[in-house]
C-alpha cells in the first residue's frame, strides 16, 4: 500500500515563501514522475509543476520564476519551494506520483496566502 503524506502548507503573507514535502510510503519499484497540483475553490485542479525521473521540470506559466520543483529519489521525496507567494497562490496542494501504470495522489495540504 503505497501512500503520500504531505507537509508544509499553512498561512502566510503576500511575498511571503512556504516549502511543501511529500513522501511516499510503501513499496515503489520506480516513480517515473512527481508533481505538484492546485485546486481553488470553484475552480479545476491545475499542474503547478513536475519534475521528470532524469530531473527534467515543468512549470505552470503563473509559478514559473517563483515555485522551485525537486526530488529526493533515495527518499521517495518531492518538494516544492514557494517564493513571492501571491493571494492567487491560495488553494489545496496536491503531490501526484506516477509509476507507470499506477499514479498516487496526496490528501492535499491548504496553502493561504493573505494581502
Not at 503573507?13 to 511516499?24: D, F, I, V
Not at 497562490?89 to 493573505?114: E, H, K, L, M
Amino acid at each position: 500500500q503505497v501512500q503520500l503524506v504531505e507537509s508544509g502548507g499553512g498561512l502566510v503573507q503576500a511575498g511571503g515563501s512556504l516549502r511543501l514535502s511529500c513522501e511516499a510510503s510503501g513499496r515503489l519499484v520506480s516513480i517515473n514522475s512527481m508533481g505538484w497540483y492546485r485546486q481553488a475553490p470553484g475552480k479545476q485542479r491545475e499542474l503547478v509543476a513536475s519534475i521528470a525521473s532524469e530531473g527534467r521540470t515543468n512549470y505552470a506559466g503563473s509559478v514559473k520564476g517563483r515555485f522551485t520543483i525537486s526530488r529526493d529519489n533515495a527518499k521517495n521525496t518531492v518538494y516544492l519551494q514557494m517564493n513571492s507567494l501571491k493571494p492567487e497562490d491560495t488553494a489545496v496542494y496536491y503531490c501526484n506520483f506516477i509509476s507507470y501504470p499506477r499514479q498516487f495522489w496526496g490528501q492535499g495540504t491548504q496553502v493561504t496566502v493573505s494581502s
